[in-house]
C-alpha cells in the first residue's frame, strides 16, 4: 500500500549520474534546516558555469541481478548528460536525463501477529491456549509476560521498476558578483510487486508448547496443534502497482555586494505524488485463497528461522486424490486498496557570509510551507468466504491462471520446511475472474481516509566559525544557534466505522458508514537549537573532534493524520478468546522528538582519498 508516513526523500527515485557530490553533515549545524536526529544529506546537481565549455556524456549500463525467479535478470540503464557555456562563462544550459529498468525478487519468512499477555492467561485452560493435557516445557510464572505468534508465513515476490529522471539547468553570471541559477527536475519512479503468501494460522488449543529461558517475556519457539477435523492453508495472491512523480521548479540568486560579503536567495516549489499504477486502477490488489487440508501445523524458531510443517490430508473436503494441487484450491475474499498521496512544498531562505580574516560569520532566515494530502479507499467482496465454502472453485472460475510451484527451492540460505508445495498467479487476473464468477456478492467499503496537513516553518540562524591555535596546533571552531518556530493545521473527513463483522473462524471485517464528518486540529511548537563543533589537527594526518547539538524529528505524517482507522482483521479472534479490538487516530499538536547529541571522533587520513575514522556518541 502507498502510505503517508515518512519524511525520508526515496533516493531511489533519483538517478546517481544526475548528482554532481553529496555534502555530508554528521552533526547538527544551525545553518542546516531541521528534521532529522542523526546525519543530513545534500545533494549537489549539475551546475553548467562550474565545468565551463562544451561536455557531453552517453552511457548505456546492464545490471544483473541473480535474485530473480520471474522476469529478466539483465536489465538496461540509459543515461546522457550535455553541458554548454559561452566563450566568456556568463551564461550556461545544461540537461540530462536518465532511464532505467530493474527486475528483482526477495523471499522472506514471519509471522503477522505476537501475542502478549501473563502467563497464568495462557496457562489457564479456560482461555483457550492450552488444554489440560498440552505438553508445556519450560512453562512461565504465572505474573511472567509471555508472547507467542499467531500464525506463521512465507512469501515470495518479484518487483519490476521503471525510473524516469530529467533535469534542465540554465545559469547567467551579469557580472563578476552576481550569479543567477534556474532549474527544473522530473522524476518518475514505477514499481510493481507480484507477491504470494503462504500462510498457516493456529486455530488454538495448542497440543505442545516449548517456552524459551528469556526471563523478561518468555517467548514460544515451539508450537503444535492438532486439527480435530482440516484448517485451511492460505495462499494469499497480492499484486501493487505505484507510480511516484516529483516535479520540481527552483532559484537562486548568489551576490558578492561588497568585499567578504555574500548573499545567497534559495527559492523552490516542489510537488511529488504517488498513485496507483494497476489496471484495475488499485495500488494493491489482494486475492485470499487457501487449500481446507491442514490436519495438524507446527512452528519451530529455534533455530533462529521459522520452521513450517505440517500434515496434509485433502480427502475431507480437499479433491481426494492424496496430494496437495490446484484442484484443492478455494476462494476466499478479494480486497482492492485504492491508495494515493500528495505533497507540496514551497520554501525561500536567505542566508548570508560574512568572511573576516580568520573567522566568519553566518546567518540566515528559512521558511518552508507543506502540504499532505493522503486518500485511501479498501474494499472487499466476499468470494467463496474466509472458510472456503466452495473448494475447488479456482479451477472453475479462473482455469490455468494459478501454477504450482516450488516456493522452498527459492529459499538459498535456510530450509523453510513443508513449502515445496505452493501456487502463484496473477492476483489482477485471478480477482477479475473470480469477482465475475461472484458477481452476486457485493463490493463492500471498508475502510476509507482523506487527510490533510498543512505545516509552516519558519527559522531564524546565527552561526560564528573561527580558526586559531589550540596547543600550537590548527583548530577549528564552528557554534551557533538555530530557532524555529512551527504550526500544523490538520483536517480529515472521518468515515465511521458501523460495524465490525464476524463472517467465520478468526476472520472479521470492519464496515464503514457511507457518511463523513469533517474534523480539524491544530498544533504548534518552538524550538532553540544550539550547535558546537570543535576540531584540532593532531598531527598532519590525525584529526580529533568534539561536537555537541540539538536536533529534532517532527512525527511522520500518519501520526498527524485525524482519521479514525479500524485495525484490518481487527480482532484477530473472538474477544471472549483473548482478541482485542484495535483501532487509531493521529494527533496533530504531538511535539517533536528532540535529541542533545554528544559526538567525538579521531580521524586518520592516509592518502588523498582515504582515511579512517573512530568515533563514539551519546544521544
Known sequence: DVAATSRSFDFSNIASEGVSGLQVYKTGRASVPSGGLGATINIATLRPLDDPGLHGTVGVKASHDTSVDRGEEVTPELSGLVSWTDDQNVFGVSLFGSYQERDSAYRSATSNFWNIERGAQFLNPANGRVTATTQVTNPPDPDQLVSFASDSRYHAADVHRERLNGQLTVQFRPMNTLTLTGDVTYASNKVEEERMDQTNWFNRPF??????????????????????????????????????????????????????????????????????????????????????VVSSHSVDWRSGFPDQQYVMNDALRGNANGVLDVGDLGSQVGRLTFSSQKQRLDEIRLDGEWEFDTSRFDFGVDYRSSKMTQSKVDTMQTLGDWGIGDPGDIEQFAPGVVEQFCLGCLFNDYTPGDAEIAFRGNAVELYRALSAGYSANPVNVSGRQFNVVEEDIIAFYAQFGMDAQFLGRPAHLLAGVRYEETEVDASALVSAPAAIVWQSDNDFNPVVSGSTVPVTGEGSYSNLLPSLDFSVDVTDDLVGRLSFSRTLARPDFVNLFLTDTVGSNSPQRPTVFGGIAQASSGNPDLLPLVSDNFDVSVEWYYGDANYVSFGAYEK
Open 207 to 292: 497440543n505442545e508448547v516449548i517456552f524459551d529461558d528469556n526471563p523478561v517475556i518468555s517467548s514460544a519457539v515451539f508450537m503444535q496443534e492438532n486439527i480435530a477435523r482440516v484448517k485451511d492453508l492460505g495462499f494469499e495472491q497480492q499484486f501493487r502497482a505505484v507510480e511516484d512523480t516529483l516535479e520540481s521548479f527552483g532559484f537562486n540568486a548568489e551576490w558578492v555586494p561588497v568585499d567578504r560579503l555574500t548573499l545567497s536567495l534559495d527559492a523552490h516549489t516542489s510537488l511529488a505524488m504517488s498513485k496507483p499504477d494497476s489496471s484495475l486502477g488499485a495500488s494493491s490488489i489482494r486475492v485470499g485463497m487457501g487449500a481446507p
